[in-house]
């Protein structure tokens, strides 16, 4: 069983800062590819940024450098900093992780955490 826990959330003013985490945990061997998804109401959940093993970032093109994802390996854990906040990035945000397990390779996904930035 594999879980993941996200927290950092909550309501911040426009111009703000936000930084988010998501911790997995359970039987895992290791994990590949961890990333950040977001969806506001009314609205496809969409990605916002994902990162390999080693590092390597990929960003929408919405967060137009305002936002940095990162992980700790040892921790099991990737981060979300988020700066610069617009009312346009209230969502839920959930972190997902390709999580290997002693017997299979799937796609996790944590229960969301509520980003709301007021004007």
């Known amino acids: 069983q594999v879980q993941l826990m996200e927290s950092g959330g909550g309501l911040v003013q426009a111009g703000g800062s936000l930084r988010l985490s998501c911790a997995a945990s359970?039987?895992?061997?290791?994990?590949?590819?961890m990333g950040w998804y977001r969806q506001a109401p009314g609205k496809q959940r969409e990605l916002v940024a994902e990162i390999t093993r080693v590092g390597t970032t990929h960003y929408a093109d919405f967060v137009k450098e305002r936002f940095t994802i990162s992980r700790d390996n040892a921790k099991n854990t990737v981060y979300l900093q988020m700066h610069s906040l617009q009312p346009e990035d209230t969502a839920v945000y959930y972190c997902?992780?390709?999580?290997?397990?002693?017997?299979?390779?799937?796609?996790?996904w944590g229960q969301g955490t509520q980003v709301t930035v007021s004007s």
């Open positions: 359970g039987s895992i061997a290791s994990i590949h590819d």
């Open positions: 997902n992780a390709d999580v290997n397990t002693r017997d299979t390779l799937s796609t996790h």
